[in-house]
């Protein structure tokens, strides 16, 4: 069996999830490696709609290891309310099948307050959740953060409170006029996450290296997507760490060269939720058709989510940026009651055209898309199962999103539930 990776390719929220779900069947391990509590999965399951933030999606199948890695921000307070959740739902039923690295950054109230203060009083906003993931990374850079093996150390944590909020507080209180933190309540705080994090921490890299040795198979779990990367993304307009394949290895622990697969998540059209530029993004009565159709509303914040048509410029670009061996086009069924459908196969800036996305950011918002129409299929697709089901147009727009984006299409989704789903290829399989 092959250890698969699952990436977003445009701005997040491409419908990772479900995908996740699915080829968890097929894995042994699931493992977390970036982000946190900002990113959000939505899986419908036995008719349940669940919603994760911080537990990889593989928790939804039984006899399943899912593991927290070292990449990971992690707030307590959101990760106790999950656990609590899913034993109620009955999704957890071994603890012993949850892993949580030593060596994951927890995310600090003074993480989540500075997070706020710089969005409701900078001159530029970046559209973040509020949940204070750029703060807490920013701390790991700095090495002042707390990691989850420094809380469960009374001593250790009670001295890294202290030294932080010596800053954090005259950041607070001198710059933002606001009332800082008492470091006392803040240990506090947060010494009632000592039980439930021991139960869970482990040495995570020593447990996958295992795994590796006894050939299971791994999915790695990817959070947001390509284009919010720290590096390659529409900077600043992105999220604080490495969205992209090349930190699977980082935030897991396990070599490059252990990952034999990267399926590249997209939806059949385009969307972000923030701030930041979007070229195919359309503002009148397709793009709300869209939303609405395709229910799209952040399942972190609940904010509507930007619509527009399928951009091929930065879909190419992404696949190779992370070696995309295969693709899940999400949300197909969302494009049905549309008589033409747009693709954006290039960029104009002035009187050029470009094939690939700019590098500054300002050319961004100067793109104009330049658009291939393709005829609709005008009927429901909704619950289909096999691509020879598919309308002749439907299959039409499949493959011309092939030639463009130069990757081929594995899976497709035609509606939320598990079993709407065609599998052309399983990426697990030899």
């Known amino acids: 069996m092959a250890n698969v990776g699952v990436i977003g390719l445009q701005w997040g929220d491409e419908g990772k999830g479900k995908v996740i779900d699915y080829l ?3 894995a042994d391990v699931i493992v977390r490696f970036q982000g946190g509590p900002n990113a959000g999965h939505t899986i419908v399951a036995n008719g349940q709609k669940v919603i994760l933030h911080l537990i990889p999606s593989g928790i939804l199948r039984e006899n399943k290891y899912c593991v927290i890695g070292n990449g990971v921000v992690l707030d307590p307070a959101v990760l106790e309310q999950e656990i609590t959740e899913l034993k109620k739902l009955g999704f957890i039923k071994d603890d012993k099948k949850f892993l949580i690295s030593g060596l994951a950054h927890v995310i600090m109230p003074y993480h989540k307050k500075l997070d706020a203060l710089k969005e409701s009083k900078g001159t530029k ?3 973040t959740t509020g949940r204070g993931i750029g703060p807490a990374y920013e701390d790991k850079s700095s090495r002042l953060g707390i990691r989850v093996i420094d809380l469960l150390d009374r001593k250790v944590f009670t001295e890294k409170v202290k030294q932080n909020l010596e800053i954090k507080n005259y950041v607070i209180k001198k710059y933002y006029k606001d009332e800082g933190f008492k470091p006392r309540q803040v240990i506090k705080d947060y010494s009632q996450y000592v039980k439930l994090l021991r139960k869970y921490t ?3 890299v020593s447990f996958l290296h295992k795994c590796l040795d006894r050939k299971k198979a791994i999915l790695f779990e990817g959070a947001q997507g390509t284009y919010l990367d720290i590096d390659h993304g529409t900077y600043p307009y992105v999220t604080s760490s490495n969205t992209m394949s090349g930190n699977m290895s980082c935030g897991s622990g396990l070599p490059p060269t252990s990952i034999d697969r990267i399926v590249g998540i997209t939806k059949a059209y385009t ?3 923030g701030e930041g530029p979007f070229p ?6 397709e793009g709300e058709l869209m939303r609405k159709i395709g229910d799209e509303f952040g399942a972190t914040t609940g904010r509507p989510r930007r619509c527009g048509w399928f951009d091929a410029v930065i879909v190419k670009r992404a696949v190779k940026l992370n070696g995309v061996t295969g693709l899940a086009l999400m949300k197909l069924d969302v494009l049905d009651t549309f008589e033409k459908i747009n693709v954006c196969v290039a960029y104009k800036i002035g009187k050029r055209l470009y094939s690939q996305p700019p590098m500054d950011i300002q050319d961004y918002y100067r793109c104009e898309p330049q658009y291939e129409q393709l005829d609709g299929w005008n009927r429901s697709i909704r ?3 096999k691509y020879e089901d598919l309308p002749e147009n439907a299959k039409k727009y499949l493959k011309r999103l092939e030639e463009l984006t130069g990757a081929r299409i594995d899976i497709i989704s035609t509606g ?7 599998i052309l290829r399983n990426p697990f399989s030899s």
């Open 125 to 127: 906003k970046i559209g």
């Open 202 to 204: 482990a040495d995570s």
């Open 24 to 26: 968890s069947d097929f």
């Open 271 to 273: 969307m972000r939720v």
């Open 383 to 385: 619950g289909v199962k």
């Open 416 to 422: 939320p539930e598990r079993e709407s789903t065609i």
């Open 280 to 285: 195919t993004e359309l503002a009148g009565p």
